[in-house]
């Protein structure tokens, strides 16, 4: 037992009351012994003043007898357990106080036995009421220090779902909302970049700055009205307040926005809706703030967007017209990387004067179907791996949101970029495998008086495209190459002791002494002299 349990002893007899109080070692049971009283009204002034746990008495007691004594303490303390001593005339009697709220009675004669039996009854039905009292106490303890929760969560199914008017009332006063239940705004409030701001924060400062932010949206609304912060998700808070004449709520949310700007490191967007008057309406100004929030796609961030300011954008919304996009996507499919891009751009800021803005889930829309028809245009062009990485890519950016347009404008250009570089790699490639079949054409036809026309057509060439590729994969002109070649052919065959007269014919030059003349251009040195430096010999 944590704590001790008292009882008082009522009897008009004194040898029947130092029986109970001296007889019977009451310590040992975690008992006190608080007063004693020999008549009904002394009693009576006892225990009300006392407050006993355990009430001992008489039935029969002079003044003011147990059954009165029972039905008083009942209405003054009901918590008390009241025995009653009764002889055998007084048994109506018991079972009336019984009846009365009394929790037992002993009947005369009794033995020290008898009384400890009935009070360690009560001891154990007292002890568990406190049992019972103290978990009420802590459960009552708990939904206090769960209080701010509760309101959370009560407001994030508010926000949401429609609300029985009826129940409201209760609920507000248990969760002690502070709010008058008419004429709302609401303001949807997120970190800008949150998800990079946050990426290398540890955990203990990450909820620093949504604690900060909390706090700032409750200091700043408080001065001015009514209000309830809670989060609605990991980057957003959520603010109800009750419409004031002191502030309008753009002025309220601006406040906010510079409050927290200059006190956080981080700058914050702000979706306000238009007021509502009844609770059961703050589902639709909820959506109102998100959809006004989602206009930071605009700006990046660091602003406030007024839901009543937003106006309705033309239903057939497009970016560009159709001919617009079939010389975007015919410039993306030649590879011409420099009109891509500047037609793209076209398109892109088409946007900048547009007076109200477009939905920003509506123009992303629109973005991403057109990013998904230049993909198209890209798969006629590009192996299925570099394509699936092209998509990998906007899928890997979709799913993690478009922070901005500026974001979505930035992916598309790269996406034109990597596409015109993926297509100029494969044109390089090709005509790296023609090219160099030509050049194995040559290396093994040196003998023969070898042309520009003869080669573009052993790989199915226009003499002109033939010689403007061949210069751009090799660098030389086709005549520089093959000279080049009969060169380095001739000397490893001087090498080898031939004659020079024999080299030139192999090689394709009728004319000795023209062959010697090319030898020296290119060489610095006539073949005989090569010959000599080389070997020591002379021909």
């Not at 009522?10 to 004693?36: A, N, Q, R």
């Not at 918590?79 to 109506?92: D, N, P």
């Not at 410039?331 to 076209?346: C, I």
């Not at 404008?409 to 297509?423: D, F, M, N, R, V």
Request: aromatic share 8%.
């Amino acid at each position: 037992m944590e704590t001790r349990i008292s009882m008082c002893v009522l009897d008009d007899i004194k040898s029947v009351i130092d029986g109970i109080t001296l007889g019977i070692p009451w310590s040992d049971h975690g008992i006190e012994i608080v007063g004693t009283a020999m008549d009904g009204e002394e009693g009576l002034r006892m225990v009300q003043e006392l407050e006993p746990d355990i009430l001992l008495t008489d039935i029969r007691m002079p003044l003011l007898d147990g059954l009165e004594l029972t039905r008083i303490m009942m209405q003054s303390n009901p918590s008390c357990k009241v025995i009653l001593l009764s002889g055998y005339s007084e048994f109506s009697y018991a079972q009336q106080a019984i009846r009365l709220g009394a929790f037992d009675y002993v009947s005369k004669p009794f033995s020290i036995e008898d009384i400890v039996e009935v009070v360690l009854k009560a001891v154990e039905e007292i002890e568990l009421e406190r049992s019972h009292h103290r978990r009420i106490y802590e459960m009552e303890a708990r939904v206090r220090e769960s209080m701010p929760i509760l309101r959370q969560e009560y407001f994030n199914l508010l926000i949401r779902y429609s609300s029985d008017e009826e129940s409201i009332g209760k609920r507000w006063d248990f969760l002690d909302i502070g709010l008058d239940p008419e004429n709302f705004i609401i303001m949807a409030v997120e970190v800008d970049h949150f998800a990079k701001t946050v990426q290398s924060m540890p955990i203990s400062e990450v909820e620093l700055t949504r604690f900060a932010l909390q706090n700032i949206l409750e200091e700043t609304l408080s001065a001015y009205t009514r209000s309830i912060v809670f989060r609605e998700s990991m980057n957003r808070q959520v603010a109800i307040f009750n419409s004031t004449s002191r502030l309008n709520p753009g002025e309220m949310a601006e406040l906010c926005r510079q409050h927290c700007a200059e006190y956080m490191r981080h700058t914050v967007s702000i979706g306000v809706s238009s007021k509502v008057s009844t609770i059961a309406e703050l589902p639709r100004a909820y959506e109102q703030a998100v959809s006004a929030l989602s206009y930071n796609f605009y700006t990046g961030g660091n602003g406030v967007f007024l839901f009543g300011d937003l106006g309705s954008t033309d239903r057939y919304l497009r970016i560009c017209s159709a001919d617009q996009e079939g010389e975007l996507l015919f410039a993306l499919r030649s590879g011409n990387q420099e009109l891509t891009l500047e037609l793209l751009h076209q398109i892109l800021h088409s946007f900048d004067s547009m007076q109200p803005l477009p939905d920003p889930q509506r123009l992303i829309r629109l973005y991403e179907e057109l990013a998904g028809r230049m993909l198209r245009v890209l798969e006629e062009k590009l192996s299925h791996d570099e394509l699936r990485g092209l998509e990998a890519e906007v899928e890997k950016l979709r799913k993690k949101g478009w922070g901005s347009l500026q974001e979505l404008q930035q992916y598309l250009q790269q996406l034109c970029k990597q596409g015109c570089i993926l297509q100029e790699k494969h044109r390089r490639s090709e005509a790296e495998q023609v090219i160099h079949k030509a050049v194995q054409y040559i290396k093994g036809h040196l003998h023969l008086d070898l042309s520009v026309i003869d080669c573009a057509r052993q790989v199915h060439l226009s003499g002109s495209y033939f010689s403007n590729l061949f210069k751009k994969v090799t660098g030389q002109t086709f005549l520089q190459f093959v000279t080049n070649e009969r060169i380095e052919r001739a000397k490893m065959m001087l090498l080898e002791e031939k004659q020079v007269q024999e080299i030139a014919g192999l090689l394709g030059y009728e004319d000795r002494r023209y062959f010697s003349e090319v030898f020296k251009k290119h060489s610095g040195m006539t073949p005989s002299e090569f010959k000599t430096a080389y070997l020591g010999k002379k021909e």
